[in-house]
C-alpha cells in the first residue's frame, strides 16, 4: 500500500511538473552568499536520499572495497559505512560560468568502520592484520572543481550536466585510524605500528585514507549530477 502511493505520488509529481526540489532557495548566480547557503540548505534533504530522484541515502555511505597498493605495502578496505556527510557544511560554492566550472569547498567531519587487510611494510615497520577497523576525525576540508555542460532536453528545459572533477584535501583535525586484530592480536607486535599511526597521521593517513577519500569524493559527485540532470537550471537559478 506504501509502495503504491508513494509510486502514484512521484507519478503525480513529476507528471504535473511540480517542482523536484522544492527545498532549494534559487538564486542567482553571482551572488556567493546564496548559493551557499542555499547548497548547504540542500544537505539534509539530499543526503537521506531522494527516492523519486532515485538518488540513495548517503549516511551511511556504503563502500563495498577500496584499496591502497603502494608496491611496499597493501591495504584493502571492505564493506566500510562513512558517516558524516550529514554535517557538511560549505565554505565556498562558486560558479564561474565563463569556464563552466563550480568550484566547492566542505567541511565534514567522517567516520568510517568496516573491515581491512594490511600486508607488508610501512615506512621500514612491518605492517600485518586483518579485522575490524575505525577512523575517525572531527574535519576535513575538501576542495573540488566540477566542470560542467549546459544541455537542453525536449521540452527546452536546461540542465548543467557535470562531466569531470578535481579535488584535493585537507585533514584539519587529528585522523584516528584504528585497526583491530593487528599480527592476530599480538599486542607487542603491534605497538610501534600503532604508535606510528598516532604521531604520524598526518603523511601516513593521507596515503592510507586516500582510496576512501576518493571514493566518498566519486561517490557524492555521482549523486550531485543524478541530481541536477533531475532538477532543470530554471528551479535552482533565480532569473
Ligand atoms: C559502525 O558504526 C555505526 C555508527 O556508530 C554503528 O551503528 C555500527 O554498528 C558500526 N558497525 C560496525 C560493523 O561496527
Known sequence: MKTHLFAFLTVVLTGANAALAPFIKPCKLNDKECVKS?????????????????????????????????????????DMNIYGLSQSTFNNVEM??????????????????????????????????E??????????????????????????????KLISYDYKYDLIKKVYFMPENLFGGDATRAKPLLELFDQSWKELITELGAPIIKDVVKIAIERVKKFFLAVSISELVQS
Open 131 to 160: 579485522g575490524n577497523i575505525e577512523i575517525k576525525t572531527d574535519k576535513v576540508k575538501v576542495f573540488i572543481d566540477v566542470k560542467y555542460t549546459t544541455i537542453t532536453d525536449k521540452k527546452g528545459d536546461k540542465y548543467w
Open 38 to 78: 542555499s547548497a548547504t540548505a540542500a544537505i539534509p534533504f539530499i543526503v537521506p536520499g531522494i527516492p523519486a530522484l532515485d538518488i540513495p541515502p548517503s549516511e551511511p555511505l556504503y563502500i563495498k572495497q577500496a584499496t591502497s597498493d603502494q608496491g611496499e605495502m597493501k591495504l584493502t578496505f571492505n
Open 96 to 129: 564561474d560560468e565563463a569556464k563552466s566550472v563550480i568550484r566547492i569547498e566542505l567541511e565534514t567531519p567522517l567516520f568510517a568502520n568496516g573491515t581491512y587487510k594490511l600486508e607488508g611494510k610501512i615506512l621500514f615497520i612491518p605492517a600485518e592484520g
